[in-house]
């Protein structure tokens, strides 16, 4: 240690007291183990850090009932390759058992203390679990990001294959029979290429509306108020609710990324009516606010009771509905009662002009 008397390092006396200031204030835990592996030494961050206190540390504990196991930046790390048989480990990750029975992740080094301190070992532990669990958030947002992106490029593949092979084969099949039709048939085979008209025509319809459901064109070339638009039309038509759309502000396009999340949103709170709640009317009000889009949709059915609901499981497409919101930074709320009706209300944060938001690489094809 570098002393000198009175000079910018002060007086040995001032340098012990600075040193244990540091080795009393640091965050850090600072822990040394003598030969044996006890704790003879640790801070007030290690008594924090465990539950216990600095003399419960010292009085009985062994290094190994603090430590579940470590592993370098390069492998997994057995009890016979311990740090505390080296004479330095710069870097290494060690899981932290404390007081309470949870153990919890910390960055830690460590290094052998020659001279006059007969090989003791000091170590130092930063807890790490915040940073991981960030980490894993993050890892976990960019995986949900990356499903939602594939499922819609799948979707949007599918739709596209169904109008363009079966759609398109299903057409000329159709054009065939309306040339035999032409010729001169008995009466049983005209009927039965009329039958044969009948059954194209309608899996052509099907076909039509299965590849719209999928991913409708509309939503790629016109945007989210035309696709809704239509199917606002398709559910009318198909369970007899009368729906209405309200749009309040300045109508513009968003980023793919946003209309397809609103648009699935909308789709999943409209089928839900459909399904669930005997609604005689569905309202969808659409609001573009400078800084937000507000989308709210209410039907006067049955009901339901929302958190009772969801947490015996069920709710997978309302997860989903919240999930695709969250991933923009948005949340949808769901309020709803027993004999009071649905309503679901969407909040997504525009993004400011000229800030591309990170959704958007689902590009419009
Ligand atoms: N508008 C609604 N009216 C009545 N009940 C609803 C409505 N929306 C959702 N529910 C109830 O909430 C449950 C969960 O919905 P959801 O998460 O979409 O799951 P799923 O549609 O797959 O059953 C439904 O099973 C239904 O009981
Ligand atoms: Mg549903």
Redesign the pocket.
Known sequence: MIVSKGGAMGTSSEVLSLMQSIFANVSDAILVIDQEGRIVKANAALEQMTGWTEEELIRDKHICELCLGMATCMEETSCADCFFKRVQMPSFEMRLRTKSGVDYPVAASSARLEDESQGKLVMILRDMSAQQRVEKERYQYKLTNFAIQAQEEERKRIARELHDGVGQALYSILVGLNVVRQRELSEPVMQHVAELVNMTSKAMEEVKRMALELRPSALDDLGLLPALRSLMKRVEKTFHIQVELHVQGEKRRYSAAMETALYRIVQ??M???A?????SHLGIMFENREKEIVVTIV?D????E?EK??KIG????????KERAQLLGGTVD?R?APEE??T?IVRIPVPKEGVEDEHSCLDRR
């Open positions: 999943e709170a089928t839900n009516t399904k669930y709640a005997k609604a039907d059915g049955v009901g339901f929302v609901t969801l069920k709710g997978l497409g309302v997860f989903g509905m769901i709803s009706g649905t679901v």
